[in-house]
């Protein structure tokens, strides 16, 4: 296309091509590149330390300047770095600080049990946090088991998880820790949910949990994956997750969500800008273009995927060059070559490419006429003979892994440092000693466990957005709760339609006194009443949480605050609204059921959350607030962690905050594979993704229509309907 006398490129320099703009750019880069690693060689000097490099020579000096333009440095390449409270030196910066804090080990080695190991992230994050461990690992990939054989030799191979019995382990287990498969769940998979085929290996988990009884344990999963799926997870284990991105504390981006009863570390170092966490430190002869790394997928190394890395400039050639498996290591937390292993394989696996003997004094047999054209067509085979190219083929070892199978290694492993930061607290002894057996009742069968069950109390969101509606699930079906039908041949479940039948809660005569509107009251705490009609939804969209925290009795429910929630505080008189966690409530059974408001004998402490800048985050600050009046409470604001201890990610925007964080997860590639997108096939979608923002408000100002047989719909098509 060529460019027209209005058409001046923006950088200021006419008549210039696009190449040589490019060129000088590469130029520009690779100057700061040079600046910035000679700031993290001289870091310990800066801050203090010591270690500080020899000058260069006179001469060395000067053709580093004459090959360099000299330009100013970006602002985004900092020269020297001296707001970081840890040293620049690599993974002992932080960890240094916490082992310090933590003091040397005592006592016996922990006995750790790893569950889908893959290349045995967890021992790598023991090894460089200090902890002895006498180590178990259950995984099913021969190249995997071989790597952390080579790597690891004292730990001991206890085979597949699905056949794992208490006998096989002789020692009692201090931690269990294991990512389940998220093919199911991860945005860019089939979206079969927790129950698929792959991703339900959580329920395994969940009984080797159950029969060890350990003290600590840890789960890890895709943060992209549904909402409801999220909420099954964290019924079943009992405790809400943590969320992490890796980018934190490393250069690639991996957002994770964490369940785990180990105590969360209380702060997070401060490491996202640093150079440690850059991409340039992970490099070997090469310039970073940008400071952070994608996702690290299986799929990454194929050059049709569309989850591919970024590329880096050689330091030599200044050409663009894809990144290595050697700096994926690095990047992921191993040191370098630690997946190149001599792979062992078995004699029946190796194919016998020689050709036939021929037996002395027979002529060799003469080849067999070809086939007409016609016969070929008739007798043909679909075969795939279609090899997708890669980037990088060179093995470094005679015999060892190709460099596909090394990046599907390192694309389904922990990211080092992040396990590392999470199991840091067990280094104290204090918190070591306050470990308890993990106890899980009742049953952990895929086919008996779901995320609603009949009887359940969940909690609905009104016209106004709010998710103080409640009822009473009487039966679900369809989507999660019934079989998938086959799917074999396309990439997105097909799903049966939804269909929940549930009974409102609607509040006395006595809590409706001070409240407007009756149907969308203000309150989200109360005595309510089971009504009698039965209606159905058939959208999880609805739906907003399990609520935990109400007394029963016959047909009467009472809903209040219980521990380790969050709620909002609605005052009437300033039209305004703030958040809290409760960190404590009691209660009188008998009064609450009473039916006399002011009379509950109800007592809540909380602590004030702070809003931060970023959305939906919340901090917990040292504000203490008693409350004897549930009446104040709106409703409650379902909530994960984020990051540490003291960090909350709470729902506060309702649908819409659902929507945009859907939306926001499908575009980041954080699966193990990458399947590519169809347009025209919608089938197995869920609510969220289907419905655009504009149309919730459409949703919420719907009237709730109640047919004269009970059943209630949202489109008018019963019978006799009667609007409430």
């Given at each position: 296309m060529n460019a027209g006398p209005d058409r001046t490129p923006r950088f200021g320099l006419n008549r210039v091509c696009r190449m040589d703009l490019f060129l000088a750019k590469i130029e520009d880069l690779k100057r700061h590149a040079e600046l910035l690693s000679a700031s993290k060689r001289n870091c310990r000097c800066v801050q203090g330390g010591q270690g500080s490099q020899t000058p260069l020579p006179a001469s060395k000096r000067a053709k580093r300047d004459v090959a360099s333009p000299s330009l100013p440095p970006p602002s985004l390449h900092p020269q020297v770095v001296q707001d970081y409270p840890y040293e620049a030196d690599g993974v002992g910066d932080w960890l240094s600080h916490f082992k310090g804090e933590a003091g040397p080990w005592t006592g016996p080695p922990l006995v750790v049990l790893s569950l889908f190991d893959g290349l045995g992230g967890i021992w790598q994050a023991l090894t460089i946090l200090g902890i002895p461990f006498s180590g178990y690992s259950s995984e099913v990939e021969p190249t995997a088991i071989q790597v952390v054989k080579k790597q690891h030799p004292t730990v001991k191979h206890v085979g597949d998880i699905t056949k794992l019995k208490v006998s096989d382990i002789p020692e009692k287990l201090d931690l269990v820790i294991g990512g389940f498969p998220c093919q199911d769940l991860s945005v860019m998979g089939k979206k079969e949910g927790l129950h698929g085929s792959r991703s339900k290996l959580f329920f395994d988990l969940l009984r080797v949990i159950r029969d060890f009884k350990p003290k600590w344990f840890l789960a890890e999963n895709v943060a992209s994956m549904s909402w409801i799926d999220r909420e099954e997870i964290t019924r079943h284990i009992g405790l809400p997750p943590l969320e992490l991105d890796s980018q934190e504390l490393t250069a690639s981006k991996r957002r994770r969500l964490y369940w785990t009863n180990i105590p969360h570390p209380p702060h997070l170092p401060q490491l996202r800008d640093h150079p440690t966490a850059q991409l340039q430190h992970c490099l070997e002869n090469a310039i970073a273009i940008e400071h952070k790394c994608g996702v690290i997928l299986c799929s990454n190394l194929y050059k049709g995927s569309s989850a591919r890395l970024e590329f880096v400039l050689d330091s030599k050639t200044k050409v663009p060059r894809y990144m290595r498996a050697t700096e994926v290591e690095v990047l992921m937390g191993y040191p370098r070559d630690y997946t190149n292993v001599v792979v062992k394989k078995k004699l029946d696996q190796i194919p016998d490419v020689r050709s036939p003997k021929t037996p002395k004094g027979k002529p060799p047999p003469s080849p067999a006429p070809p086939e007409s054209t016609r016969a070929l067509r008739k007798n043909r085979m679909v075969r795939n003979f279609f090899q997708p190219e890669v980037w990088d083929t060179k093995i470094t070892k005679q015999g060892?892994?190709?460099?596909?199978?090394?990046?599907?290694?390192?694309?389904?492993?922990?990211?080092?440092?992040?396990?590392?930061?999470?199991?840091?607290?067990?280094?104290?002894?204090?918190?070591?000693?306050?470990?308890?057996?993990?106890?899980?009742?009742?049953?952990?069968?895929?086919?008996?466990?779901?995320?609603?069950?009949?009887?359940?109390?969940?909690?609905?969101?009104?016209?106004?957005?709010?998710?103080?509606?409640?009822?009473?699930?009487?039966?679900?079906?369809?989507?999660?709760?019934?079989?998938?039908?086959?799917?074999?041949?396309?990439?997105?479940?097909?799903?049966?339609?939804?269909?929940?039948e549930m009974q409102y809660l609607e509040l006395t005569d006595n809590y409706l006194k001070n409240e407007v509107d009756g149907w969308n009251s203000q309150r989200g705490t109360g005595l309510f009443k089971l009504r009698s009609i039965v209606d159905v939804q058939t959208s999880w969209q609805a739906f907003s949480h399990r609520v935990t925290s109400f007394d029963k009795s016959e047909d009467s429910y009472f809903v209040y605050p219980g521990n380790d929630e969050v709620w909002s505080i609605w005052c009437p008189e300033y039209q305004y609204r703030y958040f809290v966690y409760v960190v404590e409530s009691t209660t009188n059974s008998e009064k609450l059921l009473a039916d006399k408001p002011g009379e509950e004998e109800f007592v809540a402490r909380c602590i004030v959350l702070l809003k931060t800048t970023d959305h939906e985050i919340f901090r917990k600050t040292d504000t203490e607030m008693t409350f004897t009046d549930p009446e104040k409470f709106e409703f409650r604001a379902p909530f994960h962690l984020k990051q540490e201890a003291?960090?909350?990610?709470?729902?506060?925007?309702?649908?819409?905050?659902?929507?945009?964080?859907?939306?926001?997860?499908?575009?980041?590639?954080?699966?193990?594979?990458?399947?590519?997108?169809?347009?025209?096939?919608?089938?197995?979608?869920?609510?969220?993704?289907?419905?655009?923002?504009?149309?919730?408000?459409a949703v919420l100002s719907t009237p709730v229509q109640i047919a004269a047989n009970g059943a209630s719909t949202s489109d008018g098509s019963a019978e006799s309907p009667v609007e409430v």
């Amino acid at each position: 296309m060529n460019a027209g006398p209005d058409r001046t490129p923006r950088f200021g320099l006419n008549r210039v091509c696009r190449m040589d703009l490019f060129l000088a750019k590469i130029e520009d880069l690779k100057r700061h590149a040079e600046l910035l690693s000679a700031s993290k060689r001289n870091c310990r000097c800066v801050q203090g330390g010591q270690g500080s490099q020899t000058p260069l020579p006179a001469s060395k000096r000067a053709k580093r300047d004459v090959a360099s333009p000299s330009l100013p440095p970006p602002s985004l390449h900092p020269q020297v770095v001296q707001d970081y409270p840890y040293e620049a030196d690599g993974v002992g910066d932080w960890l240094s600080h916490f082992k310090g804090e933590a003091g040397p080990w005592t006592g016996p080695p922990l006995v750790v049990l790893s569950l889908f190991d893959g290349l045995g992230g967890i021992w790598q994050a023991l090894t460089i946090l200090g902890i002895p461990f006498s180590g178990y690992s259950s995984e099913v990939e021969p190249t995997a088991i071989q790597v952390v054989k080579k790597q690891h030799p004292t730990v001991k191979h206890v085979g597949d998880i699905t056949k794992l019995k208490v006998s096989d382990i002789p020692e009692k287990l201090d931690l269990v820790i294991g990512g389940f498969p998220c093919q199911d769940l991860s945005v860019m998979g089939k979206k079969e949910g927790l129950h698929g085929s792959r991703s339900k290996l959580f329920f395994d988990l969940l009984r080797v949990i159950r029969d060890f009884k350990p003290k600590w344990f840890l789960a890890e999963n895709v943060a992209s994956m549904s909402w409801i799926d999220r909420e099954e997870i964290t019924r079943h284990i009992g405790l809400p997750p943590l969320e992490l991105d890796s980018q934190e504390l490393t250069a690639s981006k991996r957002r994770r969500l964490y369940w785990t009863n180990i105590p969360h570390p209380p702060h997070l170092p401060q490491l996202r800008d640093h150079p440690t966490a850059q991409l340039q430190h992970c490099l070997e002869n090469a310039i970073a273009i940008e400071h952070k790394c994608g996702v690290i997928l299986c799929s990454n190394l194929y050059k049709g995927s569309s989850a591919r890395l970024e590329f880096v400039l050689d330091s030599k050639t200044k050409v663009p060059r894809y990144m290595r498996a050697t700096e994926v290591e690095v990047l992921m937390g191993y040191p370098r070559d630690y997946t190149n292993v001599v792979v062992k394989k078995k004699l029946d696996q190796i194919p016998d490419v020689r050709s036939p003997k021929t037996p002395k004094g027979k002529p060799p047999p003469s080849p067999a006429p070809p086939e007409s054209t016609r016969a070929l067509r008739k007798n043909r085979m679909v075969r795939n003979f279609f090899q997708p190219e890669v980037w990088d083929t060179k093995i470094t070892k005679q015999g060892s892994l190709k460099e596909t199978e090394r990046w599907n290694l390192l694309g389904n492993t922990f990211s080092v440092k992040v396990i590392a930061y999470l199991m840091s607290p067990l280094m104290q002894s204090a918190i070591r000693s306050r470990g308890k057996p993990v106890k899980i009742t009742g049953s952990v069968k895929e086919e008996e466990l779901s995320a609603m069950e009949p009887g359940d109390v969940w909690a609905l969101y009104n016209e106004n957005g709010k998710p103080n509606w409640y009822a009473v699930i009487k039966s679900r079906t369809g989507d999660r709760f019934s079989p998938i039908p086959d799917h074999s041949r396309k990439k997105i479940a097909r799903k049966t339609p939804l269909k929940v039948e549930m009974q409102y809660l609607e509040l006395t005569d006595n809590y409706l006194k001070n409240e407007v509107d009756g149907w969308n009251s203000q309150r989200g705490t109360g005595l309510f009443k089971l009504r009698s009609i039965v209606d159905v939804q058939t959208s999880w969209q609805a739906f907003s949480h399990r609520v935990t925290s109400f007394d029963k009795s016959e047909d009467s429910y009472f809903v209040y605050p219980g521990n380790d929630e969050v709620w909002s505080i609605w005052c009437p008189e300033y039209q305004y609204r703030y958040f809290v966690y409760v960190v404590e409530s009691t209660t009188n059974s008998e009064k609450l059921l009473a039916d006399k408001p002011g009379e509950e004998e109800f007592v809540a402490r909380c602590i004030v959350l702070l809003k931060t800048t970023d959305h939906e985050i919340f901090r917990k600050t040292d504000t203490e607030m008693t409350f004897t009046d549930p009446e104040k409470f709106e409703f409650r604001a379902p909530f994960h962690l984020k990051q540490e201890a003291d960090l909350l990610k709470v729902e506060v925007s309702g649908l819409k905050g659902r929507i945009r964080n859907r939306v926001a997860s499908e575009e980041e590639l954080d699966d193990e594979y990458d399947v590519p997108e169809e347009n025209d096939d919608t089938d197995g979608l869920i609510a969220e993704e289907l419905m655009a923002e504009d149309d919730l408000e459409a949703v919420l100002s719907t009237p709730v229509q109640i047919a004269a047989n009970g059943a209630s719909t949202s489109d008018g098509s019963a019978e006799s309907p009667v609007e409430v």
